[in-house]
T-cell receptor, first 114, second 114 residues
Framework: GENVEQHPSTLSVQEGDSAVIKCTYS??????FPWYKQELGKGPQLIID?????GEKKDQRIAVTLNKTAKHFSLHITETQPEDSAVYFC?????????????FGTGTLLAVQP | DVKVTQSSRYLVKRTGEKVFLECVQD?????MFWYRQDPGLGLRLIYF???????EKGDIPEGYSVSREKKERFSLILESASTNQTSMYLC?????????????FGSGTQLSVL
């Protein structure tokens, strides 16, 4: 089955710097890759996603890149702000197979220092 | 906005007790999910349901069961709680697994089994 590895587990950056979180997946048939943000005391929320037919997607200060050959995808946050501090989860999913569900990474705790 | 409501924010139970975790969503979503969140392990799927009275096992169903008698409500049942079931439990819902993959999460129930 699918396995998703996420690094780093913790990341501390200064306000205004960029942050990058990386994930690798094992199932080459996976074709959907979302990122969720979990703020303290709340459930995770979808912030951006990408499908396997594109290599990059941007939404204001956040972007996701996908390298299908290497089976890895990354979240990029530019000009970080204190409100970006949260736990971030990547996930992967394959459609059409017997296991049609999201597999999550282990999470990255991002701390943005003011 | 979609609202997913979990009945309890914190719950303390004794070993061997039968525990019910309740989840209600208000957007007529077909799909509902129960995840468990543990530090260093990310989000792991316990059970999910694509329709009323339908259920499917996720990755870690042992020791759990579920009930979905109404479309808006999905209950997680711990038949005989054990200390290794101490965890954060997250309920989620989505419109459809085929075309709209966005998961909407509740705020979670922190369960402690003593």
């Amino acid at each position: 089955g699918e396995n998703v590895e996420q690094h780093p587990s913790t990341l501390s950056v200064q306000e205004g710097d960029s942050a990058v979180i990386k994930c690798t997946y094992s199932d080459s048939a996976s074709n959907y890759f979302p990122w969720y943000k979990q703020e303290l005391g709340k459930g995770p929320q979808l912030i951006i996603d990408i499908r396997s037919n594109v290599g990059e997607k941007k939404d204001q200060r956040i972007a996701v890149t996908l390298n299908k050959t290497a089976k890895h995808f990354s979240l990029h946050i530019t000009e970080t702000q204190p409100e970006d501090s949260a736990v971030y989860f990547c996930a992967a999913r394959r459609y059409g197979g017997a296991t049609n569900k999201l597999i999550f990474g282990t999470g990255t705790l991002l701390a943005v220092q003011p | 906005d979609v609202k997913v409501t979990q009945s309890s924010r914190y719950l303390v139970k004794r070993t061997g007790e039968k525990v019910f975790l309740e989840c209600v969503q208000d957007m007529d979503h077909e799909n509902m999910f129960w995840y468990r969140q543990d530090p260093g392990l990310g989000l792991r799927l316990i059970y999910f349901s694509y329709d009323v009275k339908m259920k499917e096992k996720g990755d870690i169903p042992e020791g759990y069961s579920v009930s979905r008698e109404k479309k808006e409500r999905f209950s997680l049942i711990l038949e005989s709680a054990s200390t290794n079931q101490t965890s954060m439990y997250l309920c989620a819902s989505s419109l459809s697994t085929a075309t709209n993959e966005k998961l909407f999460f509740g705020s979670g129930t922190q369960l402690s089994v003593l």
